[in-house]
């Protein structure tokens, strides 16, 4: 049976020890498995600023085009409505590279008949004040107004809840006032909202790359049954299953020597009854049932963790042998001495490993949106990550290429940055007869092609508003407004801006439900 070869460097600071690593790599890696890194390193090199992982990385490797149209059939398709505006554009504006998300609307737990809504979107494009010390304009002030109203003679007690799509890397909070006060929401996340396709293009059959949500349409296709956000309030996955857990530590290796001196284990296993996850490790290759994982043996100066977890799911392992490489390679012939560890075994759940490996990935990759306090928690973090693992892992039973050799680094890194649909909820209490007006305000993103891609849409900024998905509110009207207007050039849209014409607040179709702004910022 042909071996199946994998092998990853991550953190390594530096670079001629990046450069010997790869000469191995390029003889023993995956070819489809590289394609995928390679493509991740263009679009790193060409945001320059940007997050290899971030919103941007799945839209960049979903192969999206700017302006493209979309395949029959897909998200965006022709549904017959028109868009364009006096500003001209196409129809649902241009179809961006990094996708931003919508402005999504509030709704209630629970519907309530006797409680209708008003509401203004206003966009504020401001310049701000970047840390660089210049002010340019980026992104816009988003206030997301409403007044309910309760036609009733009871007083009416609702539990508010606002959507916004973010992730936990890049969250830009809505800031929540009801009736002029603030309030204090209670934050939940939505599982990783895009899919997955191949590395190879569109003819490929793996699922090795992440596909972000590309379009309004695409949420809606999300969103529109109630079963994303039905997920999102509900409990995560507990994990619960007996696993056993090999925990290595107290490493030594010749580092004077071998810079990138590698210890290897390697077993046999059933595969239909063993499953392994790693934690720590660089590399693994596999042939038939045998198993051989891998990591630089740390050396107190490369910035990666010192935990060392492998996690059998199923029947153990059983007996085991350690092995010392010159390098990442571990080629037979350059076996070296003086390399050990100390290895402890213990028995306990699936879950608390994840959660020893999270605790450990966040203090290392995580510290600067996980903490006790939140917004993120830490038990969100870890719930996100299990219900990755049970979606799209080895549990799900057919797992995503992406996670299916059990790389729970990899996996939990990626649960800081992947797109989702967050919600903040929080009561509020309409009085009888009379209103209550709610207020949402916080920094949009907006959808944009990136500087090196070479399209004519480089600087444009778009802008989607929904005018009711997802929500169970009975709207009786919705408008839109700009403010500070003077500082963008419209390019597109469907709401009948016309700032020079002194039109910055337009009457909204309920029946529509859809707008698009697009606008470049103006030049000084």
Known sequence: MRAERLFRVLGLADPALVEEALEVRARRVEWKRWAALAACLAVCLCLGYGSLWGPAYGNVLSGSGSGDAPADGAPGADSGESGGGQYGGVEDGTTFLSYAGPVLPLTTAEATAALTAERTVTWDFAPGAYPDGERRQWGAEVTDAYILRNGTEEDLAVAALYPFAGSFAELALPAVTVGGEAVEPALYAGAYAGGFRSAAGPEGADTLNLAGLSSWREYKALLEDGAYREQALGEYPALDSPV?????????????????????????????????????????????????????????????????????????????????????????????????????????????????????????????????????????????????????????????????????????????????????????????????????????????????????????????????????????????ALVNAENVQITGQDFGFDPEGGVTSVELDLEQEHYYLEVRPVEE
């Not at 990136?450 to 709207?475: A, I, K, P």
């Open 244 to 480: 056993t857990v090999y925990e290595f530590s107290d490493f030594e290796a010749p580092h004077g020597e071998y810079r990138a001196a590698t210890q290897a284990v390697s077993f046999t296993i059933d595969p239909e009854r063993t499953t392994v996850f790693t934690y720590g490790f660089n590399g693994c290759e596999w042939d038939g049932g045998f198993r051989r994982y891998s990591y630089f043996v740390p050396d107190g100066m490369r910035r990666e963790t010192k935990r060392k977890l492998l996690v059998v799911w199923g029947e153990d392992i059983g007996e085991y042998a350690l092995q010392g490489y010159q390098n990442g390679g571990c080629n037979r012939g350059e076996e070296i001495d003086g390399v050990s560890c100390s290895v402890a075994r213990r028995e306990t759940t699936l879950g608390a490993a994840l959660d020893l490996a999270c605790r450990d990935s966040a203090a290392w990759y995580g510290e600067d949106w996980v903490s006790e306090e939140g917004p993120v928690t830490f038990a969100m973090y870890r719930g996100a990550a299990a219900e990755l693992l049970s979606q799209y892992g080895p549990l799900s039973g057919t797992p995503m290429d992406r996670y299916a050799d059990g790389r729970l680094d990899e996996l939990i890194q990626e649960t800081l940055h992947q797109e989702r649909v967050l919600y903040l909820r929080f009561p509020v209490t309409v009085p009888a007869g009379g209103s209550v007006r709610v207020e949402c305000a916080f920094w949009k993103a907006p959808s944009y092609d990136f500087g090196c891609s070479g399209s004519e849409n480089e600087g444009l900024q778009g802008y989607d508003l929904v005018t009711r998905l997802g929500s169970s509110l009975n709207f009786t009207r919705q408008s839109a």
